[in-house]
């Protein structure tokens, strides 16, 4: 029923007679249903969203929004994401999934364990220069196998060979400055890498300014593979 409705209105919002459909649904549920429409979608509204959308995913409800025929053909013009994610490279945390979000919605980065490169922070530079994404979420998640590799590391003295020990060794740095008070070191790590990821991006020379001026906040936040939930940090 629900997706019939958005269905509906969104085919009418192409075919430029929105406003009439718009006044039979609730104002909450155009929001929630078009966020990278006209409205402006601010950090504070992103950031509802998306905690709105992993309850829903958390909850076994997701609604698979922005799929559809209307969706796609809306987005050949152009995109206008609500939100930037730059989350760990793992197959279990998808942020469109996690965040019950569809085409267009976000803009997501991925690499193992978040690592910053200089593709990864153009791309993040272009979401929010170009884009004007008002929130930008460092997503770590439990078990994370960049993090563990770092803490085995870290145990070992011992770096993976080649590419892998390059990733590996730009993590080493967190797990070195996180106390190790036994009770789960590599969870610890996870949260202390995204912080300092997130860290990063609020300080770096670029970024920082769109953060300083108010157009771009920087979260970071933890995935539980456990209760499929986002908790910021
Ligand atoms: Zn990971």
Known sequence: MAITRRGALKASVLSGVGAA???TLPSAAWADTDPSGTAAVDA??????????????ARHHSRHPHEGRARRAQLVGGQNPF??????ADSRVPPELVFDRGLGDLFTVRSAGQVLDGSVLG??????EHLHTPLLVVMGHQGCGAVSAAVEAHRTGELPPGHIGGLVAEILEVVESTPDDGEDFIDDCVRANAGHIARLLRED????????DGRLRVVAARY???DSRVSWL
Not at 123 to 128: C, F, N, P, V
Not at 205 to 212: I, K, P, Q, T, Y
């Open 44 to 57: 504070d509204k992103a950031l509802r969203l998306l905690e709105q959308g992993n309850k829903r995913w």
């Open 21 to 23: 459909v718009a006044t």
């Open 224 to 226: 539980g593979l456990e």
């Open 205 to 212: 020379d670029e970024l920082g300014g769109f953060v300083a």
């Open 123 to 128: 791309s993040l530079t272009y979401a929010a």
């Open 83 to 88: 939100a930037t994610v730059l989350g760990c």
